[in-house]
Nanobody
Framework: QLQASGGGLVQAGGSLRLSCAAS????????VGWFRQAPGKEREFVAA????????YYGNSVKGRFTLSRDSANNTVYLQMNSLTPDDTAVYYC???????????????WGQGTLVTVSS
């Protein structure tokens, strides 16, 4: 089970930190990804982190603004989002897959999503 949290309402230029926590399993040997879906748009890749070795990947629209980190002891991945704009408004989903990184939605497990709203 994956639990995404940390969404909310923030003004443009602000920051939020999303969390993705795993229960019942560890993230060892998994890749954990974040995707988002804005109203009327398709779900898109945001960022991902592979566990071993630890490598991070970012979508072009968030590079330089979003940062992934992990807490192995607590099986949690964090997505720090800075310099938010209204275009970042979406439901954010975390997902996990065995094996390596892919920006496609070929992930085995999905969280329920957390809403991020950025006001102008």
């Amino acid at each position: 089970q994956l639990q995404a949290s940390g969404g909310g309402l923030v003004q443009a230029g602000g920051s939020l930190r999303l969390s993705c926590a795993a229960s019942g399993r560890t993230f060892n040997s998994y890749t954990v990804g974040w995707f988002r879906q804005a109203p009327g748009k398709e779900r898109e890749f945001v960022a991902a982190i592979s566990w071993s070795p630890a490598r991070t990947y970012y979508g072009n629209s968030v590079k330089g603004r979003f940062t992934l980190s992990r807490d192995s002891a607590n099986n949690t991945v964090y997505l720090q989002m800075n310099s938010l704009t209204p275009d970042d408004t979406a439901v954010y989903y975390c997902a996990a897959r065995r094996g390596g990184f892919t920006p496609r939605q070929a992930y085995d497990y999905w969280g329920q999503g957390t809403l991020v709203t950025v006001s102008s």
